[in-house]
């Protein structure tokens, strides 16, 4: 059994975030003078020859990164293999890669929902170990230019664990010409002006054209995409921050999952069984007017090759609800496994400082890639050609890290939210008796994990 977590606090105010960071921050990541000389071939000289091996997934960040990898390779002479995994395998793959002790992986990447389970289980090694390294550090890391927000998101118990990497905001991506055809002059800011000021407007079932699509297919994409998509904007959460009672059965919770099944006959009939690429190619081809979908999916909405809307391709806020404007919010961190031998972390952490460097986000970025560095995602030059970039910074600044819950039980709990979310979804369990099951079912888990008495 998990013991008690004494770890990450109740989420704080932005401005309070910021400034216990930019304290924290400012004691850890001061390099010694002598550091000033310091550059990536000196500093990987001793590393040649190694190979680490480095977990990505199948997204446009991580098609990205690997363009990139060969100038890594040949400024430090080390080799960086990939491993290249669909996110719904990525942690049981990382998982057995501890557990078993089979070293299979140096470069661990974590979404933000896995920090906890990595940090308790001591899989991965504090990120102090190397920025404390003057033969490591790069002095122009500068922590203080990603966001606030993404730092905390890989803290656990006051440790920062990884490096941002892949970095999300849900937004809303909308077809300015459908809209503009339907009388529309800007997209929806409210939940409530997207139900019944647009979507009846936006909906032509004859033509097979709906106004919204809602990625809804059980697992994670159930749990994050849909189903908590409409908990925190209407006023439920996952449980209260202090005490971890779950109110996942409040009146906001109800709420929420009512205004889901009001959308529905808005979208595309089997919305339950569609994941993210599903929902994306029916807006590449013309056949919904809405999607909120993470940031990552601009690079393939406005492919040349793929999207049939590339010069009505607009991108906004996601609405906010009735209690708060709270967006979706994920991502991943680089981290480094304390199972690999001394010289491989070293080399790994090398490679993942370089990977997320102020120096290589714009590069990454006209690649395809996420990242959140704070001077090249509000560069005029790069808001200017990747609109995205603006409701994404924006939403950063008010973004709760918390959205879905960091402790080591969350893949238990949002099995269960998958499970009775999609039945609720399908109409085959009543609003009511199913967040009841999962409250229920979430206070167990809780209990047993030595959160509740």
């Given at each position: 059994?998990?013991?008690?977590?004494?770890?990450?606090?109740?989420?704080?105010?932005?401005?309070?975030?910021?400034?216990?960071?930019?304290?924290?921050?400012?004691?850890?990541?001061?390099?010694?003078?002598?550091?000033?000389?310091?550059?990536?071939?000196?500093?990987?000289?001793?590393?040649?020859?190694?190979?680490?091996?480095?977990?990505?997934?199948?997204?446009?960040?991580?098609?990205?990164?690997?363009?990139?990898?060969p100038e890594f390779e040949k400024e430090t002479g080390i080799t960086v293999k990939t491993t290249?995994?669909?996110?719904?395998?990525?942690?049981?793959?990382?998982?057995?890669?501890?557990?078993?002790?089979?070293?299979?992986?140096?470069?661990?990447?974590?979404?933000?929902?896995?920090?906890?389970?990595?940090?308790?289980?001591?899989?991965?090694?504090?990120?102090?170990?190397?920025?404390?390294?003057?033969?490591?550090?790069?002095?122009?890391?500068?922590?203080?230019?990603?966001?606030?927000?993404?730092?905390?998101?890989?803290?656990?118990?006051?440790?920062?664990?990884?490096?941002?990497?892949?970095?999300?905001?849900?937004?809303?991506?909308?077809?300015?010409?459908?809209?503009?055809?339907?009388?529309?002059?800007?997209?929806?800011?409210?939940?409530?002006?997207?139900?019944?000021?647009?979507?009846?407007?936006?909906?032509?079932?004859?033509?097979?054209?709906?106004?919204?699509?809602?990625?809804?297919?059980?697992?994670?994409?159930?749990?994050?995409?849909?189903?908590?998509?409409?908990?925190?904007?209407?006023?439920?959460?996952?449980?209260?921050?202090?005490?971890?009672?779950?109110?996942?059965?409040?009146?906001?919770?109800?709420?929420?999952?009512?205004?889901?099944?009001?959308?529905?006959?808005?979208?595309?009939?089997?919305?339950?069984?569609?994941?993210?690429?599903?929902?994306?190619?029916?807006?590449?081809?013309?056949?919904?007017?809405?999607?909120?979908?993470?940031?990552?999916?601009?690079?393939?909405?406005?492919?040349?090759?793929?999207?049939?809307?590339?010069?009505?391709?607009?991108?906004?806020?996601?609405?906010?609800?009735?209690?708060?404007?709270?967006?979706?919010?994920?991502?991943?961190?680089?981290?480094?496994?304390?199972?690999?031998?001394?010289?491989?972390?070293?080399?790994?952490?090398?490679?993942?400082?370089?990977?997320?460097?102020?120096?290589?986000?714009?590069?990454?970025?006209?690649?395809?890639?996420?990242?959140?560095?704070?001077?090249?995602?509000?560069?005029?030059?790069?808001?200017?050609?990747?609109?995205?970039?603006?409701?994404?910074?924006?939403?950063?600044?008010?973004?709760?890290?918390?959205?879905?819950?960091?402790?080591?039980?969350?893949?238990?709990?949002?099995?269960?939210?998958?499970?009775?979310?999609?039945?609720?979804?399908?109409?085959?369990?009543?609003?009511?008796?199913?967040?009841?099951?999962?409250?229920?079912?979430?206070?167990?888990?809780?209990?047993?994990?030595?959160?509740?008495?």
């Open positions: 059994m998990i013991g008690i977590h004494f770890g990450k606090p109740p989420r704080l105010a932005a401005a309070a975030v910021a400034g216990v960071l930019a304290l924290s921050l400012s004691a850890t990541v001061s390099q010694p003078s002598s550091a000033a000389g310091w550059n990536l071939k000196d500093a990987a000289a001793p590393y040649k020859g190694t190979t680490i091996n480095v977990v990505v997934l199948d997204r446009p960040s991580y098609t990205a990164e690997k363009a990139l990898i290249t995994y669909p996110y719904e395998s990525a942690l049981k793959a990382e998982t057995l890669n501890f557990v078993s002790n089979s070293n299979q992986y140096d470069g661990i990447l974590a979404d933000l929902i896995w920090t906890g389970t990595f940090a308790n289980s001591k899989w991965v090694v504090p990120l102090t170990t190397f920025t404390g390294n003057p033969k490591l550090a790069d002095p122009a890391l500068d922590l203080n230019d990603f966001f606030p927000v993404w730092l905390d998101a890989f803290k656990w118990d006051g440790t920062l664990y990884g490096l941002p990497w892949d970095s999300y905001s849900g937004l809303l991506y909308y077809n300015k010409c459908m809209l503009q055809k339907a009388g529309f002059t800007s997209p929806p800011t409210t939940w409530d002006q997207l139900l019944t000021k647009y979507a009846p407007k936006l909906t032509n079932k004859s033509t097979g054209v709906y106004a919204y699509a809602l990625q809804s297919l059980r697992g994670e994409t159930q749990t994050a995409d849909s189903f908590s998509r409409f908990l925190w904007d209407f006023g439920g959460s996952w449980y209260d921050p202090k005490t971890y009672v779950p109110q996942l059965a409040s009146a906001g919770a109800v709420k929420g999952m009512e205004f889901r099944a009001k959308l529905a006959p808005y979208m595309p009939p089997g919305i339950v069984s569609d994941d993210h690429a599903q929902v994306v190619q029916l807006m590449a081809q013309g056949k919904v007017a809405m999607i909120t979908e993470w940031s990552s999916f601009y690079t393939t909405l406005n492919d040349p090759a793929t999207s049939k809307i590339r010069e009505c391709l607009a991108v906004g806020n996601e609405p906010a609800g009735p209690a708060a404007a709270d967006p979706a919010f994920g991502g991943f961190a680089y981290m480094v496994s304390a199972q690999s031998p001394q010289a491989k972390q070293e080399a790994t952490y090398l490679f993942v400082q370089w990977l997320t460097s102020k120096a290589v986000a714009p590069e990454l970025i006209n690649k395809g890639a996420v990242v959140a560095r704070k001077g090249a995602d509000t560069a005029p030059a790069m808001m200017s050609k990747y609109p995205y970039l603006k409701p994404m910074v924006a939403q950063w600044g008010h973004s709760n890290p918390d959205w879905r819950p960091r402790i080591p039980q969350y893949p238990q709990m949002s099995e269960v939210v998958a499970n009775y979310g999609s039945q609720i979804q399908q109409g085959s369990l009543g609003i009511q008796p199913g967040l009841q099951k999962i409250n229920d079912e979430i206070k167990a888990i809780l209990t047993q994990g030595g959160y509740l008495k």
